[in-house]
C-alpha cells in the first residue's frame, strides 16, 4: 500500500537514477507500484541493467544485507558482486 501511495509519489519527484530494494517484499511493492511485472528476487539481482520504472530511473533489487541473508540465501561474497553491478552503473569504469 505505501508503495503506491508514497513511495510511487516521491521516486517521481526526485527522480533518482537509481533505486534498490532490499528484499522481495520491497522489490515486488515497487514493481506492483510502476505496474511493472512481478518477477523472483533471485532473478532480479542477478540482471545487471535493472528494470526501467520511469524514464531514466533504473529499479535493482538486492537481497537483504542482515545476519539472515547471509546464513541463509547469499553469502557476503555474493552480495558484494551484487552491489558491485550497482556501483558500475552509477559510476562507469573509465579507460
Known sequence: ??????????IEIVRPKVVVCLGA?????VLSAF??????L???VTDTRGSEILDGV????????????????RDMKQQLKDWERIRKLLRPVRG
Open 25 to 29: 517484499f520491497a522489490f515486488h511493492a
Open 1 to 10: 500500500n505505501c508503495a503506491s501511495l508514497f513511495l510511487r509519489q516521491q
Open 35 to 40: 505496474g511493472q511485472r512481478i518477477i523472483a
Open 42 to 44: 533471485r532473478d532480479a
Open 58 to 73: 533504473r529499479l535493482f533489487a538486492a537481497y537483504h544485507c542482515g545476519n539472515g541473508t547471509v546464513n541463509r540465501n
